[in-house]
């Protein structure tokens, strides 16, 4: 099978981790890399064996698809440039600056028949393929994810920069129009929004609590589902996912690794059942690139579509706006 030649825009943190994964990615050649800081881009090249190009467009020329990596204010420029040039596109989330700008790339996208992907990596976490083994339906969802301080990113809101991976997340399992949205946020120690909470209400009437924060002191990475007869926790730091469900005698899982945890008694006795999900382990951005590479080479729909990616813009700059109107 014909290889897809790949070319890496941006070669900052996360720029760099794509140019070195690509070499483990199936059916891909990575055949170089462009960025203005091109001290940098030698550095990474050097590290990953590849070219470095004097110019972007030098790159398109010589690739298939494009891997765009660079701050979220350049990704509509750079994104329009590659899809006229004919290339695929992945693009680290969140997709665009604004939601125009999202639908001008999925439309022009259509019109030359190419495909977008967005990096949102918690899709590939362990703990959230390990959520895909069963079905879910939740009634209520509460989500933190806390990082420590890192000038990285902050020239967005901790909305668009953290918040963004678990609205993506809970749009995915909530198959229902949002109907309603609060939110309330705070610039500590950046210029923008560095701790936020947003409560969306969905028209099935499941609602999400959902915090994002820059400035804590420790990390944590958690999403908690609850539904009827059900608690799932997830833990996107560690890669678990744990279930806790209300069963009969006769639907007690075969799973070796089940465990009963108390039982409730009743016209009908039911039993407090334990299950670790599970999932293969493995490097998420590196799955996550492979499925970019896969969707290219069968023609098919990419795991996070840019539509996807889009959707979860449109909630965070919804969230965004509302912070900033309560500020006034």
Do not use: W
């Not at 398109?60 to 509509?76: G, K």
């Not at 393929?129 to 009634?139: G, I, M, N, Y």
């Not at 129009?177 to 309330?184: H, L």
């Not at 996912?241 to 009969?248: A, H, Q, Y």
């Amino acid at each position: 099978m014909k290889k897809t030649k790949v070319g890496v825009l941006g070669t900052g943190h996360l720029g760099r981790l794509h140019t070195i994964l690509y070499d483990k990615v199936e059916n891909a050649e990575l055949i170089g890399i462009f960025d203005v800081n091109q001290n940098r881009a030698f550095e990474v090249a050097e590290e990953a064996g590849c070219t470095v190009f004097s110019d972007y467009q030098t790159m398109l020329s010589a690739v298939d698809a494009v891997n765009i990596v660079v701050p979220t204010t350049y990704h509509y420029e750079a994104a329009v440039e590659a899809l006229s040039a004919g290339k695929h596109l992945f693009i680290e989330k969140p997709i665009t600056t604004t939601i125009e700008q999202a639908q001008s790339l999925i439309a022009l996208a259509d019109e030359k028949q190419l495909l977008i992907q967005v990096g949102h990596i918690e899709r590939f976490n362990q703990a959230m393929r390990a959520l895909s083994t069963v079905k879910v339906a939740p009634k209520f969802i509460e989500s933190h994810r806390l990082s420590t301080f890192n000038p990285r990113g902050t020239d967005v809101a901790v909305v668009l920069d953290l918040m963004i991976h678990d609205i993506d997340i809970i749009l995915s399992l909530v198959d229902s129009p949002v109907q309603k949205i609060d939110a309330n946020g705070v610039a500590v120690i950046s210029t923008e929004v560095d701790i936020a909470n947003a409560r969306i209400t969905f028209e099935n009437g499941c609602v999400a609590n959902v915090t994002a924060s820059r400035i804590s002191q420790k990390q944590m990475r958690k999403m908690r589902l609850f539904e009827r007869d059900s608690y799932i926790s997830i833990d996107f730091l560690q890669g678990i996912t744990e279930r806790f469900n209300l069963v009969t005698d006769s639907d007690i899982s075969s799973d070796s690794a089940a465990m009963i945890m108390g039982t409730l008694a009743g016209e009908k006795t039911r039993h407090v059942q334990y299950q670790r999900l599970s999932a293969p382990e493995g490097n998420a951005l590196q799955m996550e690139l492979q499925t970019f590479v896969d969707a290219i080479q069968q023609n098919s729909t990419p795991k996070v579509t840019a539509l996807d990616g889009s959707r979860a813009l449109k909630i965070a700059s919804q969230i965004t706006d509302i912070i900033s109107k309560n500020q006034i």
